[in-house]
């Protein structure tokens, strides 16, 4: 990670502070235009109308005290009545006013919640797998979460306080201004120093405090990965240790948040002293207009306490903008990642594919992950390289090579997570980038390379691909009977039938019993083009070939199509066609990947190299 070095007498220039707060405010507006609906706009109107009653009923009362003591001092019985009587008004309306304010403090907040809430699943679920993948994207689960926690506090700490304090200040100035201009613009003069000091804080936030909160981003990443990842800590006897670099990693980012905010906070002293300043100077001009005999000694009262008043409200509001600050680079964040742009061709009006055999080609197909590796010969490093061959309608297509030869992402390819850099993926005939790929998920099945069951019952597992309307219709019967033919019938652990839970991720499950049940998700769904990466590799071999014989069996019935991807060779004997693939790194820039097509297993001996070192490893014969 970059890290900047910190100190605190280089922030540049004025126009540096203007941009960082023009970037504040961008990043804010960004905020309240996709997460802040018309529903919440209303709530918002009422809570500031509300919020502006109780906050005028308040500043009401050292006015009303003024006026009970002058009509004590002058025995005026009207002023002291009235003056009761004010006060005691005040006490009511002010909570009927706070409790209205407060009710639509909560309706605005639960209503950007909401709403945010909503934005963020659907505009990260809407983002290409492909970018999902990237390393050092910033499609992560940290990212999204500590964006949300951020601006959640950012939106309470604005309609908790930043509300409050803005019509206080608003307020109590007004009022000084009816009493006393002179006091008013020496009040109103510290808020230029005060704005002032803020924009060298800010700059102090935006400019030093990115660099940290993305080593707390990392750490955070870090302890994720190993709280999940327990057991192989442990058993590798590593857990001191890591607890011991977690501590040094979270000190070193922890000293360098410090160093920022002990200098924020610093800096924000001149801001308390200008206030006192300035309320000792409004003091002693209103003590001087009595003294000279130009004001009423009790005109004093409410000066001096809206005076304070303004001036308290300017350091709330300054605690407010240092939240507001401390969240912006999380936001920041938040806001790169879901801008990031969709890398998917999208076209106007997509074919949409209906129910019925399908037939995949792959023509010329190349691929990199990152355009910007490069291999010692200056090119890009291909991943997939002039890869053409067709699954036709029905047809099982084994696809074998050594392991990084690319296979899963030929199965990512063709579920489109992104688009091939070179060739075309034709689907019946079709352009891949030309289709719906909506239409195009509901006749693929696919199987991943690790199981990734959710916790929930077996029946929410086994379903999970299906349309809450097949889901509905979908009997208990037609379940159990693909769970005989997938061996997901567990028997007696299967305490509760279908509904019996799996647990967070599967952990009830054996590594085999949860690869049966993604095999079981992919097959409920009858699909018409199977793809099936590493499916069976943790089962034994008698389940294996039971497993093996029953996805045989669903893709016969459907005329399904596939792609099956095995190390074990005994898994993919059965298939049709053999592609095999040859390890990329053999080859030379633009050569195909293919070292042989071949249509039975003694053909795919004859020719190819590859299979017959594997088969004589795994002492595979040519009878099986
Ligand atoms: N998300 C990714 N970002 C960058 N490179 C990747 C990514 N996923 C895979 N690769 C690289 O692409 C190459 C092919 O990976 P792939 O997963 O397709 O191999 P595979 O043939 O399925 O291997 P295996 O048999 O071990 O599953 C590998 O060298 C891998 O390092
Ligand atoms: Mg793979």
Redesign the pocket.
Known sequence: MEEREFTQGNQTSLLGYLKSMRETRDILSWCNREFVNDTARTFFKHLLFWSMLSRAVSLAYPYLMGMGIDGLYQHNLTFAIIAVVGIALTYVLGSVFEWRAGHFIELTLGENLRTMDHRINKIFFAKNL?LH???GGKLTQENMEKGWNRFDMVQKSILFSGVDSGLTLVLSLLMLFLISPVCCLIIAATLVGNFLISLSLNRLVTVYMEPVESMFRALTRKRGERWQGVERVVTSGRDGEEIEVMNQEFTKALEADRKIWLAYIRGTMPRSLLAGFSVTLAGLYAGWRVWEGHMAVVDVVPILTWAGMASQQMRFLARVEREVNWCTPSLKSLRHSLSLPNQLAQIDQPIVLNDGPVEVEFDGLGH???HK?HAKNGSA?Q??SGLTFTVRPGEKIA?I????????????LVQRYMDPEQGVIRVNGRDLREISLSSWRRLVGYIP?TARVFDGTLRDNLLYSLSSADRAQISDEQIWEIMRLLRIDFGARLTHGLDTRVGRNGVKLSGGEAQRVMIGAAAIKRPRFMII??ATSSLDAENQAAVQSGIDQLLAQEEASAII?A?RLSTVLRCDTFVV?KP?DSLAPGESQIETIAHSVPELFARSEIFRTLAKLEGVSLAA
Do not use: W
């Open positions: 492909g993948l990237e390393e990199s992950y990152d590796r490093v991943v997939l696809l090579g050594p392991s990084g030869a690319g296979k899963s992402t030929v199965t990512r390379q990466d590493e991807i190390h693939l990329v």
